[in-house]
């Protein structure tokens, strides 16, 4: 079996999430992560 | 006598990578002094392992905190960007991430140094309680983000409000500490969450990663990717006698030599330093003629 067929399931997976990835950040959804995380989480500390 | 350098520079090694990585992550050095997080651009992306965005030094998101922030709001109910973020980084080192380059990993693994009467290998129960974080992905990831909402549509955090001892350890203790305005606001959930941190640190000491072992979900979805990542182990059929000097190594009791991808192996590597006949190796270091388990 050579590198590539026996790598092939990764690849396949790598290249779908980086497809999802960029889907992501063209919906703004990187935008809402970047949103949350700068403001203090209330929840993550056990305060909220 | 070699052997056993060669064992102890590959532990050390993991350790220096966990400790680097972690240090790198989490640089914003000032956030500990100022009771004050980060909010730099960088937080937009995500780290690999479970590091709290509210942790004080963190540069990076949590993915799993990220995860439910995206499926918690009232614009998306997927997330094409945390999938994708960790199809990538699972297609590529699978569970290798909470071996090397956790943060709460390295927690637990500094635990579990500190000498203990009666070290276990596993917990009574092991094989029931390790569905526990398939259960807390389901529903305290997912599920009631998703469907629990506010008459604006916006779900809560669940597993970082109600379950994470990283969030506790790595920013609740240490806001709390520094910020006069924060002490004044805990109560009872910080209490519970305090409570599970002690639970799992105590538990850390007698039993080895019990956090990544029945609790957490980041594991759970890069436990799925360890069968097809690029870095797999592979266990040469020639070699291996099934002695099981690798499951005896192994501080998660796995069978490696028969399953070397299992989606509990966190890639550590004490198998392959333990295997007497060198059996066991990576596929980035196998020569590609040895056959695959």
Not at chain 2, 55 to 72: D, E, F, K, N, R
Not at chain 2, 90 to 107: D, I, K
Request: net charge positive; charged share 15%.
């Amino acid at each position: 079996m050579t590198p590539l067929r026996r790598n092939l399931p990764a690849l396949v997976v790598f290249a779908c999430g980086l497809v999802f990835f960029l889907i992501g950040i063209a919906r703004g959804e990187a935008d809402t992560v970047l949103t949350k995380a700068i403001n203090l989480c209330l929840e993550c500390i056990g305060v909220g | 006598m070699l052997g056993k350098v060669f064992s102890s520079a590959g532990k050390r090694l993991r350790l220096w990578v966990q400790v680097c990585f972690t240090a790198l992550t989490n640089g914003y050095a000032a956030g500990f002094f100022k009771g004050k997080i980060y909010t730099g651009s960088t937080k937009a992306i995500c780290v690999p392992g479970l590091n709290c965005y509210s942790c004080p030094g963190a540069l990076g998101s949590c993915p799993i905190g990220s995860l439910q922030a995206v499926l918690g709001s009232r614009n998306y109910k997927f997330s094409f960007y945390i999938l994708g973020f960790l199809m990538m980084v699972g297609a590529v080192f699978g569970r290798f991430v909470c071996g090397w380059l956790c943060p709460f990993g390295l927690v637990q693994d500094l635990l579990h140094k500190i000498p203990f009467p009666k070290k276990l290998r596993k917990l009574p129960g092991d094989r029931w309680l390790r569905w526990l974080k398939v259960v807390l992905l389901a529903l305290f990831v997912i599920l009631l983000p998703l469907f629990v909402v506010d008459i604006i549509g916006q779900g809560d955090p669940w597993f970082c409000k109600y379950v994470c001892p990283s969030g506790t350890l790595t920013a609740g203790l240490p806001l709390v500490a520094t910020n006069p305005a924060l002490q004044a606001a805990v109560g009872w959930l910080f209490a519970w969450k305090g409570l599970i941190l002690a639970v799992v640190v105590l538990l850390s000491i007698v039993v080895y990663r019990p956090f990544c072992r029945y609790l957490c979900p980041l594991g759970v979805i890069y436990g799925l990717f360890n069968p097809i990542a690029f870095y797999r182990l592979r266990v040469d059929e020639e070699k291996c006698t099934s002695c099981g000097a690798c499951q005896r190594a192994c501080k998660l009791d796995i069978p490696v030599w028969r399953k070397p991808n299992s989606m509990e192996c966190i890639r550590c590597g004490d198998c392959r330093r333990a295997c007497p006949h060198g059996a066991i190796c990576s596929t980035f270091s196998c020569p590609s003629k040895e056959k695959e388990k």
